[in-house]
């Protein structure tokens, strides 16, 4: 049983940090891809960036470029999601999700992904 668990959200002020991580238990098959999402309230939920099994394909939506970052340790079985320069509009929940299929030009369609965290909510207020 594959299960995801995200942890690391919180209250940040504006221009505040945050690292959300998420950890896999269980059996994955090799060439997993893993992406996060959030979902703010009253709104849907929101493709916010991509990684790849290696690490060798990045994605971004265009709201995070520049100041969110990816990335993995396989060894730990862990995506990490470094946020920096928050603001506002970023208070969501995030959830992490991992699909099967690997890398695609489909990457940020929430159909692709095969396994979802619960979530962890992340507040962006003074």
């Known amino acids: 049983q594959v299960q995801l668990v995200e942890s690391g959200g919180g209250l940040v002020s504006p221009g505040g940090s945050l690292t959300l991580s998420c950890a896999t238990t269980g059996r994955t098959p090799g060439g997993t891809a893993t992406g996060w999402f959030r979902q703010a309230l009253g709104k849907e939920r929101e493709y916010v960036a991509a990684?790849?099994?290696?690490?060798?394909?990045?994605d971004y939506a265009d709201s995070v470029k520049g100041r969110f970052t990816i990335s993995r340790d396989n060894a730990k079985n862990t995506v990490l999601l470094q946020m920096n320069s928050l603001k506002a509009d970023d208070t969501a929940v995030y959830f992490c999700?991992?699909?099967?299929?690997?890398?695609?030009?489909?990457?940020?369609?929430?159909?692709?992904?095969?396994?979802w965290g619960q979530g962890t909510q992340v507040t962006v207020s003074s």
């Open positions: 990684i790849n099994w290696s690490g060798t394909n990045i």
């Open positions: 999700a991992k699909t099967k299929s690997g890398w695609s030009r489909f990457i940020r369609l929430q159909s692709r992904y095969d396994y």
